[in-house]
């Protein structure tokens, strides 16, 4: 059985050489002071530790009373009546800001992240915890849980709902992998696009337009070139009719964990 190659896409491959063409505009800092919790949303003046606290997690669902706009954003205000689709619009709307990246997004309200926010961010412990826990947050409207920070594992946590009849979802996967790699979280990436090789392997997760995303977006973005290349074996294998099993996917990171490569992993 042959398995199609694409060539990268052009967002891809400017993430993938560091935005070598982006500007640093020292005067505007939202992404900064948003991630240092200093920033507030409005129009209920939360800071980004409410809005994470804002989350209660129920089960597969959650309940908000209201979602918010994104700092600076048109003010914007939801009912929720404590189902998924009020959850999607809360998470949704900040997404921009939850995972800055030096690149327009969908939302053009969100400001792109810029050089000097990238370095400043990267050296505040605090605003990276709270970027994994956005992250974790979206691993669970995707029907998944963080296992480990430490390797990035992710296991299933509930339906997949979200994921599967969403497509919208799928470029703002994209996003959040390329913003991981920008904080210096990617460890995290290879994990996510195993796990989902691994449901794959399982008839899980099988739509077209889901595969197409992670066949030309999702797995191109690992800057890291050996990792890069060698998920595109794993993917190669698996869309060939191959296995990927929960065994070989743990025993891939704890290789990573222990050498620091995938490439002694018979995978």
Same mark, same amino acid.
């Given at each position: 059985?042959?398995?199609?190659?694409?060539?990268?896409?052009?967002?891809?491959?400017?993430?993938?050489?560091?935005?070598?063409?982006?500007?640093?505009?020292?005067?505007?800092?939202?992404?900064?002071?948003?991630?240092?919790?200093?920033?507030?949303?409005?129009?209920?003046?939360?800071?980004?530790?409410?809005?994470?606290?804002?989350?209660?997690?129920?089960?597969?669902?959650?309940?908000?009373?209201?979602?918010?706009?994104?700092?600076?954003?048109?003010?914007?205000?939801?009912?929720?009546?404590?189902?998924?689709?009020?959850?999607?619009?809360?998470?949704?709307?900040?997404?921009?800001?939850?995972?800055?990246?030096?690149?327009?997004?969908?939302?053009?309200?969100?400001?792109?992240?810029?050089?000097?926010?990238?370095?400043?961010?990267?050296?505040?412990?605090?605003?990276?915890? !709270?970027?994994?826990?956005?992250?974790?947050?979206? +691993?669970?409207?995707?029907?998944?849980?963080?296992?480990?920070?430490?390797?990035?594992?992710?296991?299933?946590?509930?339906?997949?709902?979200? +994921?599967?009849?969403?497509?919208?979802?799928? +470029?703002?996967?994209?996003?959040?992998?390329?913003?991981?790699?920008?904080?210096?979280?990617?460890?995290?990436?290879?994990?996510?696009?195993?796990?989902?090789?691994?449901?794959?392997? !399982?008839?899980?997760?099988?739509?077209?337009?889901?595969?197409?995303?992670?066949?030309?977006?999702? +797995?191109?973005?690992?800057?890291?070139?050996?990792?890069?290349?060698?998920?595109?074996?794993?993917?190669?294998?698996?869309?060939?009719?191959?296995?990927?099993?929960?065994?070989?996917?743990?025993?891939?990171?704890?290789?990573?964990?222990?050498?620091?490569?995938?490439?002694?992993?018979?995978?």
């Amino acid at each position: 059985m042959s398995v199609q190659n694409y060539p990268v896409p052009r967002d891809v491959q400017n993430f993938l050489n560091g935005y070598p063409n982006g500007e640093d505009d020292e005067t505007i800092d939202d992404n900064l002071k948003f991630y240092s919790n200093q920033l507030r949303c409005r129009p209920d003046n939360l800071l980004i530790d409410d809005l994470h606290r804002k989350s209660v997690c129920l089960g597969s669902t959650r309940l908000f009373c209201r979602a918010y706009c994104i700092p600076d954003g048109k003010e914007i205000m939801i009912r929720s009546s404590g189902n998924m689709d009020s959850y999607n619009g809360l998470l949704l709307l900040h997404l921009g800001t939850r995972f800055p990246i030096r690149e327009p997004g969908m939302n053009g309200q969100s400001q792109v992240l810029q050089p000097h926010e990238l370095t400043a961010l990267k050296e505040k412990p605090e605003a990276i915890e !709270r970027l994994v826990t956005s992250y974790k947050l979206m +691993l669970d409207f995707y029907g998944m849980r963080l296992v480990s920070e430490e390797t990035g594992a992710i296991d299933r946590a509930h339906r997949y709902r979200n +994921l599967v009849r969403s497509g919208h979802n799928y +470029l703002r996967i994209s996003r959040i992998l390329k913003c991981l790699s920008e904080f210096g979280l990617e460890r995290m990436n290879a994990p996510f696009l195993l796990h989902v090789l691994t449901e794959q392997s !399982r008839e899980q997760l099988n739509n077209r337009a889901l595969i197409d995303s992670m066949d030309r977006w999702w +797995l191109n973005c690992v800057r890291n070139n050996e990792e890069r290349e060698w998920l595109a074996g794993v993917r190669q294998r698996v869309r060939q009719g191959e296995p990927f099993t929960r065994e070989m996917y743990t025993d891939a990171l704890e290789q990573r964990l222990k050498t620091g490569s995938f490439k002694e992993t018979n995978a």
